[in-house]
């Protein structure tokens, strides 16, 4: 099989490069990034020259190139997205061109060509749960975020060309994921190399928001399990039973370096701040025989450990040329300091 990976030199897509070139050798990969600043060539460090994998720098959203892409491919994994609720506060527009109309111009491809996708998508576009879980068919999509908003449009998209066209396309929403190569604006990545530069972890509200966490490895096993055997027009929720309040995921990140917990800053909550995410994921397993195989201390340590140990990677996004910086001033109040970026401080 070839598969067309959009959005794979980000940070769960990069992932899911690896486990298909790994775990299939008679697959081939193309994957297409934008290269935006989440994007980067060095998460395909490694596999970037591998025979069977060809990168091509592009646009979702670009009707030509997806076409000439997809026509050679034999299915599509749709991870390119503009993913950080923060950012989607600041300039909604970018998301519903990447998460709207970049899906849809992939939709138009692969019902062009007769193709199946698989768009991945996020246990946010449910909107908040106090008490129970989302399941997949009965409960409605209530985002509250203009990201969860956007990917919501991407998904509903993918159920109108079930529908109206019968185009082969599969949904995955998965919980909040952790793991190496996340681009360091989100909370898990933001807080190991704040901490490992003796800055402050701002945490928001009182931080007692619960979100699941899994591992971007296992993510990445779970969609490659849908692409291949899950039954059009259907979406799988992915969860991991690892359900934490930030607070609590925070303290165990601090414990595993080493810090104390005076470098916590509770800062005001953003808009729309969702409560609790859970899922049942109860579907994927039934019928796919899928579950995660990282428990909750296993994922954190090994995302943390993985910072501490490749310094060089998100050293070099702190220090570089992009709006990191500026997009954190703006956010948090204060500036990003560079200088310690070498992961000393560790345990």
Not at 238 to 265: I, W
Not at 285 to 298: A, K, S, Y
Request: proline share 5%; aromatic share 8%; glycine share 10%.
């Amino acid at each position: 099989m070839r598969i067309l990976v959009t959005g794979g030199a980000g940070f769960i897509g990069s992932s899911y490069v690896r486990r298909v070139l790994a775990h299939h050798p008679a697959d081939e990969v193309v994957t297409l990034d934008l290269l935006s600043y989440a994007g980067r060539l060095s998460n395909l460090e490694g596999i970037r020259d591998d025979p069977r994998h060809r990168f091509v720098r592009g646009d979702i959203a670009d009707a030509d190139l997806v076409d000439g892409l997809v026509a050679e491919c034999d299915a599509v994994v749709n991870f390119a997205a503009e993913t950080h609720v923060d950012r989607s506060l600041l300039d909604p527009a970018a998301f519903v061109r990447a998460n709207v109309t970049g899906v849809m111009t992939l939709l138009e491809a692969v019902r062009r060509h007769a193709k199946r996708m698989l768009q991945v998508s996020t246990d946010e576009v449910y909107g908040d749960v106090e008490p129970g879980r989302f399941s997949v068919e009965p409960d409605p999509l209530l985002p509250r975020s203009p990201y969860a908003a956007a990917k919501a449009g991407g998904e509903l998209m993918c159920r109108a060309y079930v529908v109206s066209y019968g185009t082969d396309v599969v949904i995955t929403r998965g919980c909040n994921t952790i793991g190496p190569r996340q681009y360091p604006e989100k909370m898990v990545p933001l807080f190991v190399t704040n901490a490992l530069t003796d800055q402050p972890l701002p945490v928001y509200g009182d931080g007692m928001q619960v979100r699941d966490w899994l591992h971007a490895e296992d993510h990445a096993a779970a969609v490659d399990l849908v692409l291949r055997q899950g039954r059009a027009g259907e979406s799988y929720n992915v969860g991991a039973g690892n359900e934490r309040p930030n607070l609590d995921v925070v303290r165990a990140l601090l414990a595993h370096l080493g810090k104390p917990e005076s470098l916590v800053v509770h800062v005001p909550d953003r808009p729309g701040h969702d409560r609790r995410y859970a899922l049942d994921w109860g579907k994927i397993r039934r019928e796919l025989g899928w579950r995660p195989t990282r428990d909750f201390e296993r994922t954190l340590a090994d995302t943390i450990d993985w910072y501490v140990t490749n310094s060089e990677w998100w050293g070099a996004i702190r220090r570089g040329t992009d709006d990191f910086a500026t997009y954190y001033e703006r956010q948090y109040g204060w500036r990003l300091a560079v200088a310690g970026a070498s992961g000393t401080g560790a345990r």
